[in-house]
């Protein structure tokens, strides 16, 4: 009797491939960014076999995949790592964050309308709504609500930087979460006032909320120890 993959046919099997590349892709991705896997981590490719029970090829094809994402380092003929982490680095990232979301946040504001007015209440009551200790589906709905304030740009480019940065930023999201002095801290008030400056088209007042809900947390990373200088 055939197996499957040998009674597949061709299209089945090249589905199969990418399934198989997407759930490795997006396990591994999890792993990175909320610090199950550490920076600076090699990353053996026998090890991800083991815990994802998938094969060498998809798990290849995913690290490279991330490594255009900058969460993962390709090593000269010794394979990969996760990125390691800095103050350098999250600075870098902060500020074009900041940057490129205000310009993103004006512009949807600007051209806003009562289907984004809609998605965007509604993303924020999905997330509310959310227990943060479930942890991948409270991270699938934080990003919808902040990518749902930007989504009305109409700047396809400036959103897919965006979405890049929102990701190489959760990880360090994450290691700010780790501190309880990080939890004093009431975000559910501060996503509240983002949407509803943002619902009431006042752009000034949305830019402030938003751009203080992330220099806050880059303010509680330079002052502790978490993150290291270099």
Not at 64 to 73: D, G, I, R
Not at 113 to 135: F, G, Q
Not at 166 to 176: F, I, K, M, P
Request: charged share 25%.
């Amino acid at each position: 009797m055939n197996s499957p993959s040998q009674t597949a046919s061709p299209s089945q099997q090249s589905s199969q491939i990418v399934s198989a590349t997407q759930t490795a892709y997006d396990a591994i991705r999890n792993m990175i960014v909320t610090g199950e896997l550490r920076p600076g981590t090699k990353l053996k490719i026998e090890n991800l076999k083991e815990i994802l029970q998938t094969g060498a090829s998809p798990i290849r094809e995913a690290l490279s995949l991330l490594t255009s994402e900058q969460l993962v380092e390709r090593l000269d003929q010794r394979g990969f790592r996760t990125a390691p982490v800095s103050q350098q680095n999250f600075n870098e990232i902060l500020n074009l964050r900041c940057a490129l979301e205000d310009m993103a946040l004006r512009e949807s504001i600007s051209n806003a309308d009562d289907a984004w007015e809609e998605e965007l209440v509604l993303s924020h009551h999905r997330m509310s709504r959310t227990d943060a200790k479930d942890i991948p589906l409270f991270e699938e709905r934080h990003k919808s609500f902040h990518m749902a304030l930007l989504a009305n740009c109409h700047s396809p480019i400036l959103l897919h930087y965006c979405h890049q940065l929102y990701d190489l930023n959760v990880r360090y999201r994450y290691l700010a979460g780790r501190s309880q002095n990080y939890g004093k801290r009431d975000v559910k008030r501060e996503h509240r006032e983002i949407m509803e400056a943002a619902v009431a088209r006042d752009i000034e007042r949305a830019s402030e909320h938003l751009l203080d809900h992330y220099q806050q947390t880059g303010e509680f990373l330079r002052q502790s120890a978490l993150v290291p200088s270099k």
